[in-house]
């Protein structure tokens, strides 16, 4: 069973899958503060928040059982990556399901703005029938400055033509060819300060991002502007924007998000009259919350049950195409991993890896952290090292990865060979996906084979002569160990030999010890995998 807490207010029909799942249980208890957590996270396999919980270092090292943190909605800015990755818990996001929520709520912002509709309200109730005070401006014809064109910034874009305004987009990845898709005129951010009638930010909060409009761009921005940000506190600086607008630069701005969520009382936006606000409220509608609870959840089942999923935040995404390919060989490239570090000897100096044939032609880092996972993992536990951390790990250790990739798969159509280098030797260990058969284990050292990799595998190198398979058996089943496959193979008559038994079950030491104790064997190991 695995427990899962919520600890900031998630959509109940978001989360029904995880609710009707038989081996989760779930916990929600909104609202705790960090020592609170602290607490109670050892407890817990996931957790599952909004933008409100602040999951520290503290909260993950407490976490022992900790796998995932699930964020419903985009923004991971209130989650540790670097202590999540280090530890190896893997962080997952929403990232599409609040896009058009947040456009449309970054629309309804600029529109309130340039019609000055809080404004009016509050005066209306307030039973005062003010005609004049709140003449706003119209949004047709007008520059709007996108900085930030990914997924909300594109949303906004494409409404903002339909409004009959000239859209301004600014963004390192946007290319010549997809703003002319888009319909957007590529810009700098100068041509937005100079241009711009209104500007919305969409980008996250970076240190390259932060006070992308601060007092210098103020001090040349075109006058009358008005500004809206729903996307991030401090990606525009707010004392200068006060300023701005103060001295009549500016005429107005919107902000859903603030450098410190909730702002103190005394924040100058609270009472000012040309700024209008709302409580980060960008993701809040019905189907925003359902979509982000329902993805997240998708996600958070199949990692808890040690499924394949898309992508977390703290790893490279791996396209759908590519995942789909190099799935089917996870296992086996972990397998193929534990297996020759099981071999060798030594401290593992480097592990390399080649693909040949199909997986030439591949992106196939996913595969090499599942790779290194299994070199790694067999010392330090499945519990120290998954994919997320696996090249982290690697790294700390001065572990060498090297990665080559080969046309020649010696007759198979794929073929993965992982090399482990230790100061004392070198060993090898390739495989491949055989159709219709699954995986099998190719090569080990320079003698081909053809072994499933399962289970628990009995290594033996010996001279090629007559009678020692016969002896090996017979030791074997004198000590109640049954063979359930056996493999031979040697380079040539008479010489270097191997043998790779299948084993039903684990050989105890003394067993080990007497079959290394055979005339014309050189040594003999188990390696388990499972
Ligand atoms: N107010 C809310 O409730 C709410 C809801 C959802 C998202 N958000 C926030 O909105 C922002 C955008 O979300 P998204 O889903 O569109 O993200 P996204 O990743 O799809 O888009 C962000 C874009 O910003 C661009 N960018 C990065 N650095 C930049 C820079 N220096 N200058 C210009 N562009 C830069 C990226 O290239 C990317 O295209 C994020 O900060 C997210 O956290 C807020
Ligand atoms: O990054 C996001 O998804 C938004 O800021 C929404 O945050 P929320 O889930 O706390 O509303």
Redesign the pocket.
């Known amino acids: 069973m695995f427990k899962v807490l919520v600890s900031d207010p998630i959509s109940d029909l978001g989360i029904s899958l995880l609710v009707e799942a038989s081996d989760i249980s779930i916990d929600k208890k909104v609202g705790l503060s960090e020592d609170e957590l602290v607490a109670i996270i050892g407890e817990y396999d996931a957790l599952l928040v909004r933008?409100q919980t602040r999951v520290t270092e503290r909260i993950m090292s407490a976490g022992k059982q900790l796998k995932v943190i699930g964020r419903a909605?985009?923004?991971?800015?209130n989650i540790d990556l670097d202590a999540a990755t280090k530890r190896g818990i893997i962080v997952i996001n929403a990232?599409?399901g609040?896009?058009i929520?947040?456009?449309e709520?970054?629309f309804a912002m600029m529109m309130a703005l340039a019609r000055h509709i809080p404004q009016a309200y509050m005066k209306t109730v307030g039973g005062v029938w003010d005609r004049k005070s709140f003449v706003g401006v119209e949004l047709r014809n007008k520059v709007l400055g996108v900085?930030?064109?990914?997924?909300?910034?594109?949303?906004v874009a494409a409404r903002a033509k339909a409004f009959g305004m000239e859209v301004y987009g600014?963004?390192?990845?946007?290319t010549q060819e997809r703003a002319d898709k888009l319909g957007v005129r590529l810009a700098s951010?100068e041509d937005v300060v100079r241009d711009a009638d209104f500007i919305t930010?969409?980008?996250?909060?970076?240190p390259?991002?932060r006070h992308?409009l601060g007092k210098d761009q103020f001090s040349r921005i075109k006058p009358g502007v008005r500004i809206v940000n729903?996307?991030?506190g401090g990606?525009i600086d707010e004392q200068a924007l006060v300023e701005a607008i103060d001295s009549g630069r500016v005429a107005g701005a919107a902000f859903?998000?603030f450098e410190e969520e909730p702002p103190a009382p005394e924040h100058p936006f609270l009472k000012h009259p040309k700024i209008i606000v709302t409580p980060?409220?960008?993701?809040?509608t019905i189907e925003?919350q359902e979509n982000v609870a329902i993805d997240v959840s998708e996600q958070l089942l199949h990692i808890l049950r040690g499924e394949a999923f898309k992508n977390a935040v703290n790893m490279p995404p791996v396209p759908a195409d590519v995942l789909a390919k190099l799935e089917p060989y996870f296992s086996l490239g972990k397998k193929l991993g534990s297996f020759a570090v099981q071999m060798a000897n030594g401290p593992v100096k480097e592990i390399a890896v080649t693909y040949a044939g199909d997986l030439a032609d591949v992106d196939t880092q996913p595969l090499t952290r599942h790779i290194v996972e299994g070199v790694l993992g067999f010392h330090l536990g499945s519990d120290q090292v998954n994919v997320v951390n696996a090249m982290h790990q690697a790294k700390t250790r001065g572990v060498n990865i090297v990665v080559t990739k080969s046309q020649a798969s010696k007759g198979f159509t794929n073929q993965v060979s992982v090399t482990i280098r230790t100061d004392k030797e070198e060993r090898l260990v390739a495989g491949t996906l055989l159709n219709g058969f699954g995986p099998r284990i190719t090569q080990i050292d320079r003698f081909p084979v053809d072994v499933e990799p399962q289970g628990h595998v009995v290594l033996v190198s010996h001279h090629d002569k007559p009678g020692i398979i016969g002896r090996v058996g017979t030791l074997l089943g004198n000590n109640d160990v049954n063979i359930a496959t056996m493999q031979v193979g040697r380079s040539i008559v008479g010489g270097a030999a191997i043998m790779v038994l299948g084993v039903d079950k684990g050989v105890p030491k003394e067993v080990l010890e007497q079959l290394t104790s055979l005339p014309d064997l050189n040594k003999a190991k188990v390696i388990h995998l499972f």
């Open positions: 933008s909605g985009v923004g991971v800015d990232p599409d609040n896009t929520t947040t456009c709520h970054t900085l930030g064109m990914g997924r909300i910034g594109s949303e600014y963004d390192p990845f946007l951010v930010v969409h980008t996250p909060l970076t390259e991002t992308m729903c996307a991030r990606i859903d998000v980060h409220l960008g993701a809040s925003a």
